[in-house]
């Protein structure tokens, strides 16, 4: 299998200047195609930053990160916006939903950016709605709806435009088990039929339980990584 994600020494400090962390800390990572992680340990290991650093919302005081040969550690602001808009999507802990926007709109979104045409856009949406049990609030904006809903409109906007990777920080951590076990089953299946990678940070033992790799962070460094890579089968017909 053809390793899609290399980050190849890899360091984020925050604050350099008056009291250093030290978050990410020289972090070598190969991700395969198809693969479903999850990034695991206690708070403060630096899970949250390797994603961000992963999907080019961060850069890496050092290291780069090669996406499908692509190093988007020297991209530019602009060529990096386009790069994460035709390739990543994100799960955010904090949903971070567009609160002028219906939860219809928040989901077409990146779709209307991609120049999808609408009569695609309104299957789809409906589509995803009606998986995540939701198809009475497509007209409901984010401030009329729960967390648990809002996290559930934030995941459907992330696999909205099928990208070729899924980042998700705590996906499931406002859910209750059937919306959670619902969410994992949507993203499993997007993995093994289209060969999506997912890579989660996560405390959730739901979420860690699906996952074929898991790799634990300890103040900023891998301290294990254990699993079985991507469903070579599946993914074989998908590439």
Do not use: C, Y
């Not at 930053?49 to 850069?59: M, V």
């Not at 589509?127 to 459907?156: C, H, M, N, Y």
């Not at 599946?234 to 590439?239: D, F, L, N, V, Y």
Request: zero cysteines; charged letters at 25%; proline letters at 4%.
């Amino acid at each position: 299998m053809k390793t899609v994600i290399d980050a190849h020494k890899i360091s984020k400090t925050f604050n350099p200047d008056t009291i250093p962390v030290h978050a990410v800390k020289n972090v070598h990572l190969h991700l395969e195609k198809g693969e479903f992680v999850a990034l695991v340990g206690p708070s403060g290991s630096g899970k949250t930053t390797l994603l961000n650093l992963l999907g080019g919302l961060d850069k890496p005081d050092q290291g780069n990160i090669i996406i499908n040969d692509i190093d988007i550690t020297k991209l530019s602001p602009n060529k990096l916006i386009e790069f994460r808009l035709q390739n990543i999507g994100f799960v955010f802990q904090s949903f971070n939903l567009i609160p002028v926007l219906t939860a219809r709109e928040n989901v077409e979104l990146i779709m209307h950016l991609q120049s999808w045409r609408k009569s695609i856009i309104n299957a789809r949406v409906n589509s995803l709605f009606k998986e995540i049990d939701l198809l009475e609030k497509l007209d409901t904006r984010p401030a009329q709806l729960s967390g648990g809903q809002q996290q559930r409109v934030a995941v459907a906007r992330a696999l909205a435009s099928k990208p070729k990777f899924v980042l998700a920080d705590e996906p499931t951590a406002n859910l209750d088990t059937k919306s959670a076990s619902n969410l994992l089953d949507i993203m499993a299946k997007l993995n093994k039929d289209e060969g999506m990678t997912f890579i989660f940070s996560t405390h959730d033992q739901r979420v860690i339980d699906r996952a074929r790799r898991v790799i634990t962070l300890v103040d900023g460094q891998i301290s294990s990584d254990t699993g079985v890579g991507p469903i070579k089968n599946e993914i074989a017909h998908a590439t």
